[in-house]
């Protein structure tokens, strides 16, 4: 798995572990996702883009250093917490539908 560029997870409502050898991953997809655990995509420095639509909860440095990271599609979430896209220097287009937004943790989107 450690030359995976595509990274869909179709039936997962919680993730909260981290893919060891796969941090090449590109592109993410978890479509029925409703939770990112704490530190779960941290140093995914290759990771472009994110689509989790009906998740509401990104917990703490979930996608701390994500280098790459261009993109994220969150429209449902209602909580993120502290440093979770941390170091996203690229980060160009966040997409964040929900009006309202209960908690952003301190320094969420800091570069």
């Known amino acids: ?61 979930a996608f701390y250093e994500a280098n790459s990271l261009k993109r994220i599609y969150l429209p449902k979430v209602s909580a993120i917490g502290a440093q979770a896209f941390h170091s996203c220097a690229q980060l160009k287009n966040v997409y964040l539908l929900n009006s309202s ?3 952003f943790g301190t320094s969420a989107f800091d570069i």
């Open 101 to 103: 937004i209960a908690s």
């Open 1 to 61: 798995m450690e030359g995976l560029k595509y990274l869909y997870l179709g039936e997962d409502k919680t993730v909260k572990e981290s893919f060891a050898g796969c941090k090449k991953v590109e592109y993410l997809t978890l479509p029925n996702c409703t939770e990112i655990g704490q530190d779960t995509f941290n140093g995914y420095a290759a990771l472009k883009y994110i689509s989790i639509p009906l998740c509401t909860k990104i917990g703490s440095s």
